[in-house]
């Protein structure tokens, strides 16, 4: 079984650019999650899509971070514009249901802001 | 609000000594979902535990224990007989009633020496 893909695996770009990350989640996933980790963090969740509906979007810097789920498959999550402090791993997650899953990572999306 | 706690940011240890890492969680919540991940140098996050607030009981796979107590709001992990693969940054994590908001702890770093 596949696991998560994400991409690009590393990302520099200068502040005030705009950024898109890519996830394709384990297939047959209804939950994808994307979470920001700060080095040295626990993962931050940014937003949750059931299928391709928001269940959860409260942590998300809506005046620059925006995340969409077309089809209810793979997402994509960008930034624009970026700040230094957004420097981060950008790590995306799906479980089979909602409720008591165990997520399924990916490798993650290193971001440098300079 | 959802809070984890993980006190213990780094702990280092001899090979085949006994570990224990700690996690206590804050939730209003009566039914909630009790997680441990595994985030080795690679940087995957791996799922080793889920136990929801209506199970106690304690559970042993192998070399791991975890001891759940809601009345100290605890959630600990005990790996026997550390070896150095157990090397990595261990995190405690909580969801809500609905499979919502998912908090991790900052997480505690395990070195376990050889």
């Known amino acids: 079984e596949a696991g998560v893909a994400q991409s690009p695996r590393y990302k520099i770009i200068e502040k005030r650019q705009s950024v898109a990350f890519w996830c394709n989640p384990i297939?047959?996933?209804?939950?994808l999650y994307w979470y920001q980790q700060i080095l040295g963090q626990g993962p931050k969740l940014l937003i949750q899509?059931?299928?391709?509906?928001?269940?959860?979007d409260s942590q998300l810097p809506k005046d620059r971070f925006s995340a969409e789920r077309l089809k209810g498959v793979d997402s994509t999550l960008k930034i624009q514009p970026a700040k230094l402090e957004d420097s981060a791993v950008y790590l995306c997650a799906s479980s089979l249901e909602r409720i008591n899953n165990e997520q399924f990572f990916g490798p993650g999306t290193r971001l440098t802001v300079l | 609000a959802q809070k984890v706690t993980q006190a213990q940011t780094e702990i280092s240890v001899v090979e085949k000594e006994d570990v224990t890492l700690d996690c206590v969680y804050e939730?209003?919540?009566?039914?909630?979902?009790l997680f441990w991940y595994k985030q080795p140098p690679s940087g995957e996050l791996v799922f080793l535990i889920r136990?929801?607030?209506?199970?106690?009981q304690n559970e042993i796979s192998g070399r791991y224990s975890w001891n759940f107590q809601k009345s100290t709001s605890s959630f600990n992990f005990t790996i026997t007989a550390s070896q150095v693969v157990d090397s990595a940054v261990y995190f405690c994590?909580?969801?809500?009633?609905?499979?919502?908001?998912?908090?991790f702890g900052a997480g505690t770093r395990l070195f376990v020496k050889a």
């Open positions: 136990r929801n607030s209506f199970d106690e």
């Open positions: 994590a909580l969801s809500n009633t609905g499979g919502f908001k998912t908090n």
């Open positions: 939730t209003r919540d009566t039914t909630y979902y």
């Open positions: 297939s047959g996933h209804a939950t």
């Open positions: 899509f059931q299928n391709n509906g928001v269940v959860d």
